[in-house]
């Protein structure tokens, strides 16, 4: 079935990139997208990308996509400690027919330190 | 432009009783979305609604319902309440057909 798998935790230092990575099982994947949750918030949408393209960048955000490794990844340049917060990839699939629902990783923890 | 709004912040159960959410999604979007998310568990896919009509739901049982209004807000219902539904529940609305789905601060519901 369909499946998303990041990594649980990263740290990096305040002014470094920052990558997180992510894996995605269903090959009719239409579209990916990325999430951040701060501490007690909903989730905002930061960017997403659609299938048929490898890479989008927005401002600080780099998001790539290898759709043959069904891997992708985001880049966050010049982390501040502002960025701390807990980031998901999510998923949406037209499998079979467009369900609505994403499906969501487990979430990356990414930790900046000063 | 004002984002969707989530009520109430917090709510306290107790097992066995009823629990009532409500949605109101951006202006302009008619689809909306419940997903719970629950320590351990992730950010599970709950219901979709769209145009007053549930199109999709999750892997939840009936107990967990709920039905969209003629101003697209939402409700969603958990009745018979577990310990195990305590999470929080957030809920999204959608812009066109991209699915960006834009979700609100959520209701963090406790079962005792």
């Known amino acids: 079935g369909e499946d998303v798998e990041q990594s649980l935790f990263l740290s990096v230092r305040e002014g470094d990139s920052s990558v997180i990575n992510c894996t995605y099982t269903?090959?009719?994947?239409?579209?990916l997208y990325w999430y951040k949750q701060e501490p007690g918030a909903g989730l905002q949408l930061l960017t997403y990308i659609f299938s048929n393209m490898d890479m989008k960048q927005d401002q600080r955000l780099t998001v790539l996509l290898n759709k043959k490794d069904k891997h992708l990844s985001l880049r966050i340049a010049d982390t501040q400690t502002g960025d701390s917060a807990i980031y998901f990839c999510a998923d949406h699939t037209h499998g079979s027919g467009n369900t609505g629902k994403l499906i969501f990783g487990q979430g990356t923890t990414l930790q900046v330190k000063p | 432009e004002a984002g969707v709004t989530q009520s109430p912040t917090h709510l306290i159960k107790t097992r066995g009783q009823q629990a009532t959410l409500r949605c109101s999604p951006i202006?302009?979007?008619?689809?909306v979305y419940w997903y719970q998310q629950a320590l351990g568990l992730g950010l599970q896919f709950l219901l979709w609604?769209?145009?007053?009509?549930?199109?999709n739901r999750g892997n939840f049982p009936p107990r967990f319902s709920g039905r969209q209004f003629p101003n697209y807000s939402s409700e969603l219902n958990v009745n018979a309440l577990e310990l195990e539904d305590s999470a929080l529940y957030l809920c999204?609305?959608?812009?066109?057909?991209?699915?960006?789905?834009?979700f609100g601060p959520g209701t963090r519901l406790t079962v005792l």
């Open positions: 609604y769209d145009e007053g009509e549930e199109r």
């Open positions: 999204a609305s959608r812009r066109g057909a991209v699915n960006e789905q834009f």
């Open positions: 269903d090959s009719s994947s239409t579209y």
């Open positions: 202006s302009g979007h008619t689809s």
